[in-house]
């Protein structure tokens, strides 16, 4: 038997552990404890490593994307466009915001949203009510940005990118988050850059776009005790920004050895009757998740954790499918590739802090399974 996690954060707690141990009793210290400069300098450090102009911090990924929605206009009575293929997080923002969102289907093979759908939908009747689209860049691949981009201003809308899940990813050397009007990221501690709780974070090139994200996060405050439009109390954590601070630093290196397993996998696992990541040209890929597809997931799942090997399902409900969406959020055609691949879909480990000797195990076991 073998203990071989799906995922490890606390691996990547212990490889940061002394210089994270500094960076909290530096905040503990200072006795500023809401905001202040540890985050103003995370905004700083993350905004130039993405490659824009201005960050925020805000408490959560989902807050993230809630506040650049509505920092780009969309509330009651406007339309959203975004995928099925997502954790809950992304309608869920998209609701708080009091609009409605409608959903396209995903390409099967980087199990992005389908430019050809999207169209289909902002081409369809919503009586002027579309505002914006919220493509996910899963696992850690960037959706087709550029397409994606040419039918958002040919139809006046807003792009506030996903990014929870693709940290430091970029598609003909530009960055995941600068490709929209805004990016919104997660640092959830599973992410490839991940706090020790939550928090996120909202990016821009625009000072009038991150300048209402700033008094949203806040109350709608322009000074203390004076909100000058409705918002709500997203501040980031100092102890989080302290913490980003120092794993920051690492992200490219640790995503490097991501994509080098990815590789190994691939490498193992290419002849074998399971379909591995498609990885489109001029992309780096940061594997957030290294996603199989087999007809025989579920067996292959079993026979994997009798042999102490965790995986994961990300994810095995659509979100149109979900009790507490079924029949209530909207499509835009079928969602075909969406429901198939979510029965298939199956996540082996992947952390910076996994072994290649680990990689060699889980590939020899998949190749091992009976099942298959």
């Known amino acids: 038997m073998v203990d071989i996690l799906q995922t490890n954060p606390y691996a990547n707690y212990c490889a940061h552990k002394s210089e994270i141990d500094v960076a909290i009793t530096r905040v503990l210290d200072s006795g500023r404890y809401i905001m202040g400069e540890e985050v103003s300098l995370f905004e700083k450090e993350f905004a130039e490593y993405v490659g824009v102009n201005y960050a925020a911090g805000v408490a959560s990924g989902t807050d993230a994307l809630e506040l ?61 009510r ?83 994200v700033r008094r949203l996060r806040e109350y709608g405050w322009t000074e203390r005790y004076v909100s000058d439009i409705p918002g709500i109390n997203s501040r980031m954590d100092p102890l989080q920004a302290a913490i980003l601070r120092v794993k920051l630093a690492s992200l490219d290196a640790e995503n ?70 079924q029949g209530r959020v909207g499509s835009s055609g079928k969602l075909t590739n969406t429901e198939k691949v979510a029965d298939r879909i199956l996540s082996l480990p992947m952390y910076p802090e996994l072994l290649s000797t680990e990689v060699d195990i889980v590939s020899d076991n998949v190749l091992d399974c009976e099942c298959l």
């Open 130 to 212: 579309a505002t914006a689209i919220v493509p996910v860049h899963i696992y850690g691949h960037p959706a087709e940005m550029e397409s994606i981009r040419k039918i958002a201003d040919k139809n006046d809308l807003f792009v506030i990118e996903d990014c929870a899940q693709s940290h430091g990813a970029s598609k003909d050397g530009s960055r995941v988050g600068t490709m929209g009007h805004m990016g919104a990221f997660s640092f959830y501690p599973t992410k490839n850059l991940g706090a020790l709780g939550d928090a996120g974070a909202v990016i821009t090139d625009d000072i009038d776009l991150i300048d209402k």
């Open 256 to 325: 490097e050895r991501r994509r080098l397993h990815a590789q190994r996998y691939c490498k193992m696992l290419h002849n074998s009757p399971v379909k591995i990541p498609y990885v489109q040209k001029d992309v780096q890929h940061v594997y957030h998740q290294y996603v199989i597809q087999t007809a025989k997931r579920d067996e292959l799942r079993k026979h994997l954790l009798g042999l102490g090997i965790g995986t994961g399902i990300h994810y095995p409900v659509p979100v149109h499918k979900q009790p507490a969406y």
């Open 68 to 128: 650049a929605l509505r920092a780009c206009g969309v509330g009651p009575d406007t339309i959203v466009f975004t995928v099925s293929h997502t954790a809950v997080a992304t309608v869920a923002a998209i609701e708080r915001t009091g609009a409605e969102a409608v959903l396209v289907d995903i390409d099967p093979d980087t199990y992005n949203m389908d430019v050809n759908c999207l169209e289909t939908a902002v081409l369809s009747s919503y009586n002027g």
